[in-house]
């Protein structure tokens, strides 16, 4: 039974749609209010099989296991439970692109066994739901739009330097300022000043404004974990934190921020 449809335009490319849906990483991160967990079983370029689980206020979080599956010469897409709760439901995506970082969708959300008097509720909470996993995926898909418009690596060039002066210092409390058009931010370790570029290397997440308990940032996209120590992972990826920032100790209590040419990024490394 057809219990809904929800039709809107996203502010991303077919692209980056794309992009998003084989990104099982992000499921239980940006959406935490939605997903409890993820336990990848296999995956391909053309999608992904995994099991769920879903958070839920009370008693145990079901845990189906979900298929996703693209078409893209149909330019669609199709979400499978394959087994557990909900087995049989099948959501199916059709995109539309309108050009300029613009495709209007189609979502079409289809359940077994559900009698006609319930088929409202369930409907609207699904539009409820999907509507917000969309705001979500929207907001992290411009957002990475932006990063590669920008380029993740950026222009080679002399150091860029910033004076911060003293009265904008207030440690332990990071503080947040642009250099040469990045977001920095300078944490206190230790009572040592460190900063870094404020971006996750792994797909632009912005990273200024959370918090690090232990000198240890974690990306809200994919739960990529850095140590500000050093500006490189501790969860095992291989991964640093773009841009080198030197703190110098300036007049009268303030620092110069001192940004130096970025080097060429390495891959993710898978973790073990």
Do not use: K
Request: hydrophobic share 40%.
């Amino acid at each position: 039974m057809r219990v809904a449809t929800l039709e809107r335009t996203i502010h991303a490319s077919v692209e980056r749609i794309f992009e998003n849906v084989l990104d099982w990483e992000h499921l239980p991160w940006l959406h935490a209010h939605a997903f409890a967990g993820v336990e990848l079983l296999s995956r391909s370029r053309e999608g992904w099989t995994a099991r769920v689980r879903l958070r839920v206020p009370e008693g145990p979080a079901p845990e189906p296991v979900i298929e996703v599956a693209l078409e893209r010469d149909a330019l669609r897409y199709t979400t499978r439970t394959v087994a557990g709760p909900g087995e049989g439901t099948v959501i199916t995506t059709t995109l539309l692109p309108r050009g300029g970082h613009r495709t209007s969708i189609c979502v079409r959300f289809d359940v077994p066994g559900v009698p006609a008097s319930a088929g409202p509720a369930l409907g609207a909470f699904y539009l409820r739901l999907y509507g917000r996993l969309w705001d979500e995926d929207e907001a992290m898909m411009r957002r990475r739009q932006e990063v590669l418009d920008r380029g993740l690596r950026g222009a080679p060039g002399p150091p860029a330097r910033l004076l911060v002066p003293a009265e904008r210092l207030d440690p332990p409390a990071p503080l947040v300022v642009e250099l040469a058009g990045e977001p920095v931010r300078v944490d206190w370790i230790e009572g040592r000043p460190v900063a870094h570029v404020a971006r996750c290397p792994h797909q632009g997440a912005p990273l200024a404004e959370e918090r690090a308990p232990e000198g240890v940032l974690t990306c809200p996209w994919h739960g990529y974990r850095f140590d500000l120590r050093t500006g490189r992972s501790c969860d095992g990826r291989g991964l640093a934190l773009p841009g080198r920032v030197r703190v110098e100790p300036a007049p009268e209590g303030g620092l110069l921020l001192v940004l130096e040419p970025p080097e060429p990024p390495a891959a993710p490394q898978p973790v073990t």
